[in-house]
């Protein structure tokens, strides 16, 4: 699946419009009858020009509205995440003056048209177009800030990984070194794919795997949901936010040796806070690095977490059945339901 933002081409800047206008507008040819008079042959040589060089101005910008998806039909994810890089009002607000330029342009055009026919003498006719390509051109830069805009909205979402919402999406959660990556390099079919986030440096990881005969879609986020929301800035929670629109489940991953550095209780801790931060959406609990964990931490972890499962990931041992049971966790009929922590 593609993204929906991918598609978009580049962006022009003002200028770049300008001189692809006037370029358009001296290249322009039409083919007349040698036994015609000047001053038709004038006309219509004209005509063109200003055809020409309106497709290269409205019918650009008018091909760049539409080449932007259609934000009403966005998934929430992909919509909450523009709201947070750009701005969905201020993005659909520039969208509708330059949308509003393309009509002034073609309609300057249609005057320049009547002009043009209504001439007197060729020197008219040139200037009817001379004036069209000026005032356009006009038109054009006093569009530049809306064009850049559009533009720096383009190159923070393009950037976004394709998070397909109509399939099961599994977010991972935990804190950074009880073994994430392992697992979603282990159940992936394919490299899982790495993008930053479009309004800040953290990265979003998507790999997909197949779970008892599901497509499943496995999200990693580091730096969001590996250290406690007291730590994090309002971008990086309202980025958690838009993980609500995307998440089927939570599988959130303990490192039971604590050879990661985050004690059991802390680990503990972390997960009550994503967890109410995930109202409705069930939650699987793993142990990880059992090989290398002793008897007590490993009863220890027992009594802190509700556990679906435990396994050594590095080793390769468990991961078999951590996707049957994350594949039955989502294919399970009826409402959401949380695996809470006894």
């Given amino acids: 699946m593609r993204q929906p933002f991918e598609t978009m ?3 022009l800047t003002a200028e770049e419009i300008v001189g692809k206008m006037m370029r358009e507008a001296e290249r322009a040819e039409t083919e007349v009858p040698r036994r015609l008079p000047a001053l038709v042959k004038a006309k219509r040589r004209e005509v063109v020009r200003v055809k020409a060089s309106e497709q290269a101005s409205a019918g650009y910008l008018e ?3 539409r080449s932007v998806p259609t934000i009403e039909r966005l998934h929430p994810f992909y919509r909450e995440i523009l709201e947070l890089a750009s701005g969905v009002a201020v993005v659909k607000a520039a969208l509708g003056r330059l949308s509003r330029a393309a009509r002034i342009i073609r309609e300057l055009a249609k005057e320049a048209g009547r002009q043009i026919r209504y001439s007197k003498t060729p ?4 200037r009817a177009r001379r004036a069209f390509l000026g005032r356009a051109a006009s038109i054009i830069r006093g569009e530049k800030d809306d064009l850049e805009l559009i533009a720096g909205m383009r190159e923070k979402m393009k950037g976004l990984p394709a998070a397909d919402p109509s399939v099961p999406t599994v977010v991972l959660a935990g804190y950074p070194g009880v073994g994430k990556s ?3 390099r282990s159940i992936s079919r394919a490299r ?10 953290k990265e979003v990881i998507i790999g997909h795997a197949q779970m008892g005969g599901l497509t499943v879609q496995v999200v990693d986020t580091p730096g969001l949901l590996d250290r406690p929301l007291g730590e994090t800035n309002q971008i990086e929670k309202l980025s958690i936010t838009a993980l609500k629109n995307l998440a089927n489940l939570i599988v959130f991953i303990v490192d039971a ?5 985050f004690s059991l209780e802390s680990q503990r801790s972390l997960f009550d806070g994503i967890t ?3 109202p409705g959406i069930p939650v699987l609990t793993f142990l990880n690095k059992v090989d290398a964990s002793s008897e007590e931490q490993i009863s220890r972890a027992s009594m802190l977490f509700s556990l679906a499962g435990s396994m050594s990931a590095a080793k390769g041992d468990g991961i078999d059945s951590f996707m049957e049971l994350v594949a039955r966790e989502l294919s399970m009929e009826g409402a959401p339901r949380r695996v809470e922590p006894s």
Avoid at 123 to 126: F, H, I, P, S
Avoid at 257 to 261: I, K, Q
């Fill in 9 to 11: 081409p580049t962006v």
């Fill in 63 to 65: 091909g760049l509205v």
């Fill in 123 to 126: 020197q008219e006719a040139g």
């Fill in 182 to 184: 392992t697992i979603l």
């Fill in 192 to 201: 899982p794919e790495v993008r930053p986030y479009p309004f800040t440096t």
């Fill in 257 to 261: 040796s604590e050879a990661n550095g």
């Fill in 276 to 278: 109410s931060n995930f």
